[in-house]
């Protein structure tokens, strides 16, 4: 089974949480070895990689991440699975930061961006995004602990 857009009940999830705090998103990706668009998709038939469709969704979304205070936290290219499926790999790996939950729900809301998402859509043959609050940095592996 692939995942790559939320449930209804999971986006629905968000709302019980806390929407004024700062959220960090993790993200897996695996890329399709080649784009599919939908066929009524201004693209479809286009011969490109998932990369490359992934790159065009990336330059469409990004102006409207930049503009609801998002950044970019850490990104990485994945490269043995130690602890997990060895089936399950992933092409790349990022953290995104939303200055709160509240501005990444208007991203996703946000008409220009659900146009940007069908090019993720052609491009991601599996992937996962994890909600994470931000926490002070420890000296340990714990928050905050020193």
């Known amino acids: 089974m692939t ?37 009524n998709d201004p693209e479809a038939g286009d011969s490109i990689s998932g990369v490359q469709a992934y790159q065009r969704y990336s330059r469409e979304a990004t102006p409207i991440f930049d503009g609801i205070g998002g950044s970019q936290a850490w990104i990485g290219k994945p490269e043995l699975m130690l602890i997990g499926p060895d089936d399950e790999t992933w092409d790349l790996a990022f953290v ?30 599996d992937s996962r995004l994890i909600r994470c609050s931000e926490e002070k940095p420890g000296r340990t592996f714990l928050p905050g602990e020193e």
């Not at 986006?11 to 998103?25: E, H, Q, R, S, T």
């Open 96 to 125: 995104a930061r939303y200055p709160t939950a509240q501005a990444f729900v208007d991203m996703v809301r946000n008409p220009d961006y659900q146009k940007a998402v069908r090019h993720r859509n052609a491009a991601v043959a």
């Open 3 to 39: 995942h790559l857009n939320p449930s209804r009940d999971q986006f629905k999830a968000i709302y019980g949480l806390p929407l004024d705090k700062p959220v960090m998103m993790l993200n897996l990706l695996r890329f399709r070895d080649r784009a599919a668009y939908l066929d």
